[in-house]
């Protein structure tokens, strides 16, 4: 199998978490994390009330993409080999909630 190039990864469009370490099937719960350099949530995190439901401004009740708004409560499973398409709105603001979990490294030759 020949190898794959950055380039042709990043035209696929597509991110695969792949466990390094641990047993394989392993699942792990991650909750949207803030960006460590802004301190923030990804723009598709929403807060939510006492009830759990989420907290939208006028503008955001009539965004087009709200059906797909993530609670910052929300908890996700992710085992070996979970695939985000960055091309569907869904996988692509689930990817962008969770990016910056401490359990996801960059690329595969970070180090803690």
Do not use: H
């Not at 370490?21 to 350099?37: A, H, T, Y």
């Not at 995190?45 to 993409?65: F, G």
């Not at 609670?71 to 091309?87: A, H, N």
């Amino acid at each position: 199998m020949a190898k794959q190039t950055k380039t042709e990864i990043n035209l696929s469009n597509k991110i695969v978490l792949r466990s390094v370490r641990g047993k394989v099937g392993l699942k792990v719960l991650i909750q949207p994390c803030k960006d460590p350099k802004t301190g923030k949530y990804a723009e598709c995190v929403k807060r939510v009330d006492s009830n759990n439901d989420m907290i939208l401004s006028e503008k955001e009740l009539n965004d087009p993409n709200r059906l797909y708004f993530i609670k910052e409560s929300d908890v996700f499973t992710i085992v070996d080999g979970t695939t985000f398409d960055l091309d569907d709105v869904r996988d692509r603001f689930i990817w962008e909630a969770i990016q910056y979990c401490p359990l996801i490294a960059p690329d595969y030759y970070a180090k803690d």
